[in-house]
């Protein structure tokens, strides 16, 4: 209908105006080509007249008319005056591949005829490379020279064709791109980027890279796999301040947790994957990195990481968070440090938590100060050694001891503490009254009564056995002679019973009193002083003085003349 | 019966004789005095030593033996005899003896057993009041000390025995008492000091220097804990094993050439022989066991002594 309607149009204005003419009827062309005729027309009247000038194109074509370089829509003729006027038409980008019809309408009619049609090979490819030998996980770079063969404005969309798991980019000056609109004829050089994957066996692999439906065909050569090798993730963790940040911790996600180096450094060997990483260090905000990925051989490296402090943490770290102590034997003391950590200053409350009843605390500056404290100042960066004295009552009970110790600031810390209190093992044996001496006689007996008694800590004493060791033919008996146990602070009776024997001699004899217990022993020596007889004296001063009187009678028998 | 008699005469000569009585009560003070050390020494090591061992107070007398029979004893002895002939001489009273029908056996046999009686008058009474003080210091001896303290009494009765036949020797063989006196105690001093000394000398001649060895060196104990430990592995090393062996039989040697001269000297023997009967050696910590030649020697002086007075006074001529 509508070309109906522009052939009567047309051959209106040839009945009526004039002529138009043009050498070229039909042309091919490209979306997007700007077309340009020229056109003649001419004035069939003797008079002066007005030409008016249009185009009837399809939709998107855009046409115009370029005379003395200026676009005219109207055109002043002179009789039968003859003007050429440029007509430019643009072919739209999205115009299909087939024939179209312009009219013109100038004085006269003419109808051109636009085949759009694509040409095959729009660009023209040129690889600087098209294999290159590399070793699984490398990345290769293809330097790629495209040049426009249309007169139009070509847009490409840059594409690739790879193997599984291997990964491409191109690249313009160093940015990544993916899409690049040639100008006429413009020439360009793009890099396309591949990446193998550290998995490929080794062999040959071919890489497409589409510059829209054209393509060209490169090769990589992997001349080495690393299938089956584990990856490595290293990097580097620093402070805000540039100082590398020492023991933070960094989890790999199913991997498990790995720490820094005295210098912030980290190689964390894994599994080829991809994983995310957790990075914490105390008194600093942690951080996370997703999508690590990691392949086989290879090591990924993230480079320096920045970790940013806290402005309040404090590190307790205390010398000997275990004591052993003997009851009695002084006050337990725990040394630790505080260590402010954070980027302000702070001041910590001191308190103990889990003391038992009796005991007593006391936080000092040093270890022979007398003067307790309950607060400590500590400046940004800098550390306060702390002593604390435990004062334990001289009966306390031996045992374990979990002790807390707090300190609360901004931040505040807990530490546990333990104190182990062991026992004395101390006996103490004593005759009643002091007796360590008693005086008997031969074939009598000597008693002695005694206490017994647990003079230690918070121990007790078991199966304890006294026994004595006495001169030879002496019999000693000693009740009781076993005891099951015997508490701390508590005595017990001990009776023992010495006999003498009837030929013993009047002197000073030794009782060895041997007291063993599971944990101690002691020896305590008593004295038997055993005494003559009382008739001992009667009976040596009688023979004494018979042995003078028989002297006497012999002399007075012998002696006589 | 004339030996009994002049037996008799003799025992009532000796027992009231001035000098008798003087050196017996010396004798006695001076036993008493050392039976009392002795005593208090017996009860220092008594306490001293384990307790667990029993001591027999035979010890008692042995201290008083040598300390206070050795002297005082010996020279009771020489006393009781060195005028035994001499004095009969000088006085005449020995041919008036022999003009009685008495034989000169008779004579030197009695008066020997009654100065034996004599001595064993002394030895008696010594023992008895020795064991009054025992009595009075609590001690009551068993029956066994009681053997022990008559086998004490019998060998200080051969000692005293020994220098009363050395005295009569010298009575018999000497001109005169002084002479019998001064040749009595040379003899006294040649057995008692002068043979064990040159025992000493000889035995060094013999036998040599001791080997010029000294003990290996103890390490310096670095450990206190256990000196004991020490002791007995240094012991036990090869070094000293070695020096104790080559030691051993040095002493041996010469020991066994001072006993030699040592059986002749009575004093010696006598203070071997109590020794031996207590149970623990406490004043002659290297004394032989083996006392037989001792008790030889021991009895041996005396007999040849009596036997040679016996001869030289039966054959004398009595001017």
Not at chain 1, 66 to 95: D, H, M, W
Not at chain 1, 142 to 170: H, M, Q, T, V
Not at chain 1, 218 to 223: A, D, G, P, S
Not at chain 2, 161 to 172: D, E, K, N, R, V
Request: glycine share 8%; aromatic share 10%; proline share 5%.
């Amino acid at each position: 209908m509508r070309r109906v309607l522009l052939v009567i149009a047309i051959i209106l204005a040839t009945l009526f105006i004039g002529s138009v003419e043009s050498d070229v009827r039909s042309v091919n062309a490209v979306p997007g080509e700007i077309l340009s005729f020229d056109l003649k027309i001419t004035n069939d009247r003797n008079y002066d007249r007005n030409i008016q000038l249009s185009y009837n194109a399809p939709e998107g074509f855009l046409g115009k008319f370029i005379y003395g370089g200026k676009e005219v829509e109207l055109l002043r003729l002179g009789a039968n005056e003859s003007k050429t006027v440029q007509f430019q038409l643009e072919i739209p980008l999205n115009a299909k591949e087939k024939e179209y019809s312009v009219g013109i309408n100038a004085a006269g009619s003419l109808m051109l005829r636009i085949n759009v049609k694509m040409p095959e090979d729009p660009l023209e490819i040129i690889p600087s490379i098209s294999g290159v030998a590399v070793e699984a996980g490398d990345e290769v770079s293809f330097p790629i020279l495209i040049e426009n063969r249309l007169n139009a404005e070509y847009s490409i969309d840059l594409s690739c064709l790879i193997p599984g798991n291997w990964s491409y980019k191109f690249t313009e000056n160093g940015i990544e791109i993916y899409r690049i609109i040639l100008k006429p004829n413009e020439v360009r050089l793009l890099t396309l980027e591949v990446e193998s994957d550290s998995s490929s066996d080794v062999g040959e692999y071919i890489i497409i890279p589409y510059f829209n439906k054209q393509s060209i065909e490169l090769n990589v050569k992997i001349t080495k796999t690393h299938k089956g090798e584990h990856g490595k993730i290293k990097l580097k963790i620093v402070s805000k301040d540039g100082k590398p940040v020492d023991s933070a911790k960094i989890n790999v996600s199913g991997v498990g947790e790995f720490f820094t180096s005295a210098e912030g450094e980290v190689v964390i060997e894994v599994p080829l994957g991809t994983y995310k990483l957790e990075l914490t260090k105390e008194g600093y905000y942690s951080k996370e990195i997703d999508n690590v990925d990691v392949k086989a051989g290879k090591t990924t490296d993230l480079e320096t990481i920045t970790l940013e402090k806290r402005p309040y943490f404090a590190e307790i770290a205390v010398t000997n968070p275990r004591i052993s102590f003997v009851i009695g034997s002084g006050n337990p003391t725990f040394k630790f440090r505080i260590e402010n950590r954070g980027y302000a200053d702070d001041t910590y409350r001191l308190s103990l938590k889990g003391l038992p009843e009796n005991f007593y605390s006391k936080f000092k500056e040093s270890q022979q100060s007398t003067e307790a404290i309950s607060e400590v100042f500590v400046k940004s960066e800098d550390s306060k050694d702390i002593y604390l004295e435990i004062l334990t009552p001289p009966y306390a009970k031996i045992g374990v001891y979990n002790l807390t110790l707090l300190v609360e600031g901004h931040y505040s810390v807990e530490k546990n503490l333990t104190l182990s209190l062991k026992g004395e093992y101390r006996i103490y044996f004593e005759p009643v009254g002091g007796m360590y001496l008693i005086t008997s006689e031969a074939g009598k007996t000597a008693e002695f009564n005694a206490i017994l008694r647990n003079i230690g800590r918070g121990v007790t004493l078991t199966n304890i056995n006294i026994s004595a060791t006495a001169p030879a033919g002496w019999s000693v008996a000693v009740n009781p002679s076993e005891i099951p146990a015997l508490e701390a602070e508590s005595s017990l009776p001990v009776k023992i019973t010495a006999h003498v024997p009837p030929d013993t001699l009047p002197s000073e004899y030794r009782l060895r009193i041997n007291i063993r217990s599971d944990q101690t022993e002691l020896q305590e020596d008593l004295k038997v002083i055993v005494k003559e007889k009382s008739y001992a004296g009667l009976i040596g001063g009688g023979i004494i003085i018979t042995a003078l009187i028989g002297l006497i009678i012999i002399f007075r028998k012998f002696g006589r003349r | 019966m004339s030996l009994i008699v002049v037996a008799k005469k003799e025992f009532a000569d000796q027992i009231t004789s001035k000098r008798f009585i003087v050196i017996l009560a010396l004798m006695l003070l001076i036993s008493a005095f050392s039976f009392y050390q002795g005593i208090d020494g017996f009860m220092r090591g008594y306490r001293g030593m384990n307790s667990e061992v029993r001591l027999s107070i035979i010890q008692i007398f042995g201290f008083f033996g040598t300390f206070g029979i050795t002297t005082s004893g010996a020279i009771l002895g020489l006393l009781m005899g060195f005028d035994l002939i001499t004095r009969e001489r000088e006085s005449g009273s020995l041919k008036t003896l022999l003009a009685h029908p008495v034989f000169r056996d008779q004579i030197i046999n009695g008066k020997a057993l009654g100065a034996f009686a004599a001595m064993c008058l002394v030895v008696v009474l010594t023992l008895i009041i020795a064991l009054g003080i025992l009595a009075i210091k609590g001690f009551i001896p068993s029956l066994d000390d009681l053997i022990a303290i008559a086998k004490f009494g019998l060998v200080t009765l051969a000692y005293l025995f020994t220098f009363f036949s050395i005295a009569l020797f010298t009575s018999t063989v000497a001109k005169n008492s002084s002479t019998s006196l001064l040749v009595a105690f040379g003899i006294f001093i040649l057995l008692s000091v002068a043979m064990p000394m040159l025992g000493n000398l000889v035995a060094q001649a013999v036998v040599g220097p001791p080997p010029n060895i000294g003990p290996p060196p103890i390490p310096h104990p670095q450990v206190q804990e256990n000196p004991d430990a020490k002791v007995v592995e240094i012991e036990k090393s090869p070094e000293w094993q070695e020096w104790r062996q080559k030691m051993e039989e040095y002493q041996n040697k010469r020991r066994a050439v001072e006993s030699f001269f040592n059986i002749i000297s009575p004093t010696t023997n006598y203070r071997t022989l109590i020794s031996s009967l207590s149970e623990r050696p406490v004043l002659i910590s290297f004394q032989s066991k083996d006392v037989t030649k001792n008790l030889v020697g021991f009895i041996m002086l005396p007999v040849v002594f009596f036997v040679i007075s016996y001869i030289k006074f039966l054959r004398s001529e009595i001017i």
